[in-house]
């Protein structure tokens, strides 16, 4: 049997922060256009149990990847390697490498995350299939494209609500450019 804790919660910058992603001179945001979130995810299949965390974010250096993964690991009681972190790959949240003030409130909000999911910790029958579309086009010199999406559905055990439905492909969101300074979940 499989069980299944969610939760979700709100790092979104309060104060003026470096950005990371479009390699500007000057990187400092100048607002909000949309928050920042990190979803949390605990799945337990008999005794072993292991984490997923999806964070608006670029992606950090491998340090504090490694510094967030072994806190959550200790929440846990799990080895690090039972921890996955994923990002939305947005060029616009802050450079986890210069605003150290802000990593320290994400890692905050994540383990905080950590300990709600774990109090909804549920049965869910989960299914997995693949879908093909064509969501883009290769912007280098080259015709191929992964048309494949997965699909991980995941529902309630006793009424058969969906709990998560996780979607993956391979297609870099464009919405914002370079002259974007507003923080956002949104590509650029």
């Not at 690991?73 to 994923?86: E, G, P, R, T």
């Not at 995350?113 to 912007?139: C, E, F, H």
């Amino acid at each position: 049997m499989a069980s299944l804790g969610l939760y979700e919660v709100d790092i979104t910058p309060t104060k003026p922060v470096q950005t990371v992603g479009f390699g500007r001179e000057d990187e400092l945001s100048r607002g909000i256009l949309h928050s920042l979130s990190a979803q949390v995810s605990i799945w337990q299949f008999g005794a072993d149990k292991c984490c997923f965390v999806t964070i608006d974010h670029i992606g950090f250096e491998s340090k504090n990847a490694y510094i967030l993964r072994s806190d959550i690991a200790d929440i846990l009681s799990i080895s690090i390697d039972k921890v996955m972190l994923c990002f939305s790959h947005t060029h616009s949240a802050p450079d986890d490498s210069i605003e150290i003030e802000y990593f320290n409130f994400l890692c905050m909000q994540v383990k905080i995350g950590v300990q709600k999911a774990l109090n909804t910790m549920r049965p869910v029958k989960l299914a997995w299939g693949n879908a093909y579309s064509d969501i883009g086009m290769n912007r280098r010199a080259s015709d191929n494209i992964d048309r494949r999406i997965g699909i991980l559905k995941v529902v309630d055990v006793d009424s058969g609500i969906l709990k998560l439905l996780l979607l993956r492909l391979t297609a870099h969101a464009n919405v914002l450019k370079e002259d974007n300074y507003l923080i956002s979940r949104s590509s650029g």
